[in-house]
Nanobody, 117 residues
């Protein structure tokens, strides 16, 4: 079992910044992809950003230039730096890991991000 725990969510004004963290219960320095997803009320869960074991990052178009995903393998943690936040970024943000060997996938419990106008 792999446990993922998100932190760093909260209430922020439009234009502000937040930094989310996701701590894994095991080493992440192996072949895997870690990512962030979000889900707003009444909406389907949406992929936001991903980072591979080699450090390659990808983003959904709506957050490019504003969000940055990164990972620290020594600390078994992935981050999401969110700048220039907009009200439409309001959602519960979930951390995810997809492990290459064994094909396992795990989710965190989520952290609430609320952006006021």
């Amino acid at each position: 079992q792999v446990q993922l725990v998100e932190s760093g969510g909260g209430l922020v004004q439009a234009g502000g910044s937040l930094r989310l963290s996701c701590a894994a219960s095991t080493s992440i320095s192996r072949l895997n992809t870690m990512g962030w997803y979000r889900q707003a009320p009444g909406k389907q869960r949406e992929w936001v950003a991903s980072v591979t074991s080699g450090g390659t990052t990808t983003y959904t178009d709506s957050v490019k230039g504003r969000f940055t995903i990164s990972r620290d393998n020594a600390k078994n943690t992935v981050y999401l730096q969110m700048n220039s936040l907009k009200p439409e970024d309001t959602a519960v943000y979930y951390c995810n890991i997809k492990i290459f060997f064994g094909g396992s996938e795990y989710w965190g419990q989520g952290t609430q991000v609320t952006v006021s106008s």
